[in-house]
């Protein structure tokens, strides 16, 4: 049976212009879903203990029924290259530029808690090759401790000029931040600008120059408010791109320009929402089911895709987990691979609210 090619993203999205939808195969019309989830160990999701504080039916389990889909691969030694090769602007901009249409980022995310770290955990991203398997550093988000929220900052590495021996040394940079409400149901992402509610006598000396910070998106999960157990529900909030498929800068200075009150307003018509697919209950296997086509192989209940609503087949975002310590993460446009990291840095905190 031939494959088909990704579906285009939903046009309410942006006024994305130049895209030509790819022609479909009659024969590839089959649910995104099976109910025939066959698991990773005897038809089962492996469990690990390190989820065991949640009820087994909050967890979201395998569907490997279908073949991945032939999107263009990364090739990790392009990114070697270019990220070894970029200043502290170009790192920038390719850490928040939306990913291209048809192309699909493919990374790993590893988790590092051993000792003083244990509490205070911190995250790498690396680019994955697909074929050769091969792994690019691209990303480090510690979380910050001693916090009364979660609060992680993400860098990266820049070159950067050492003016006293003429060599290349490299610099961390930091490219944005997240941070999450007292539940830790709310989480927003920004740049690494000035914060519009500190006045600029307050700032710290390298921030009072700087520009007010953009914000790059929010992430919601659903309160559990009758404390049913079952798949958490998140909701993706980011700024419309513009008409040739770019980020516009936003830059809110109060707390009702937000795109989390945007939201809750109603006022849609800038912000873009997205929501994780609702996975499907498998009698079989008597747990819930996504199909990740094999880039996930343990049950979680971090386990994710993001979706918008007019095209549920196209998965913006899948996120979860292959070991203890180990999860896969792939991502497409409209999301940039900052962003996409921190929606998945969401994904780790205990959420006493939502299970």
Request: aromatic content about 10%.
């Amino acid at each position: 049976m031939k494959q088909s090619v990704t579906a285009p993203p939903p046009r309410s999205w942006s006024q994305t212009e130049g895209y030509v939808e790819p022609q479909k195969d009659d024969e590839s019309t089959g649910s995104p879903m099976s109910s025939g989830g066959a698991h990773m160990h005897n038809g089962h999701a492996r469990r690990s203990s390190a989820d065991s504080n949640y009820e087994e039916d909050a967890r979201i389990g395998i569907d490997p029924s279908r073949t991945p889909e032939p999107l263009q691969l990364l090739r990790s030694t392009d990114f070697a290259q270019q990220n070894f090769e970029m200043n502290k602007e170009e790192l920038c901009a390719f850490a928040t530029k939306p990913a291209d249409l048809n192309v699909r980022f493919t990374c790993r995310i590893q988790r590092h808690r051993e000792g003083m770290d244990r509490l205070n955990p911190y995250y790498q991203l690396y680019f994955q090759n697909l074929v050769t398997n091969e792994v690019q550093w691209i990303f480090t988000a510690n979380k910050k401790r001693k916090s009364q929220t979660s609060y992680y900052t993400i860098k990266g590495s820049a070159k950067s000029q050492n003016a006293s021996n003429n060599r290349r040394d490299g610099e961390m940079v930091t490219l944005a931040k997240v941070r999450s409400n007292f539940l830790g149901t709310n989480f927003t992402v920004y740049s690494n600008g000035r914060n519009p509610n500190i006045s600029v006598q307050d700032c710290s000396e390298k921030k009072r120059d700087a520009d007010i910070r953009e914000e790059l998106g929010s992430v919601i999960y659903e309160p559990n408010i009758l404390g049913f157990r079952g798949p958490r529900k998140m909701t993706v909030l980011l700024h419309t791109l513009s008409k040739t498929g770019e980020r516009i800068e936003f830059q809110p200075t109060k707390e009702s320009e937000t795109l989390l009150a945007q939201h809750k307003m109603g006022e849609a018509e800038h912000v873009l929402a997205l929501h994780n697919k609702s996975p499907q209950w498998n009698e079989e296997t008597q747990s819930f089911v996504l199909n990740f086509n094999g880039r996930v192989t343990q049950a979680s209940v971090k386990n994710f895709q993001i979706v918008h609503d007019n095209d549920l087949d196209y998965i913006v975002m899948q996120f979860g987990k292959i070991d203890q310590d180990a999860f896969t993460m792939d991502f497409r446009y409209p999301l940039s691979p900052v962003l996409a990291f921190a929606i998945a840095l969401t994904s780790f905190d205990a959420k006493l609210a939502c299970e």
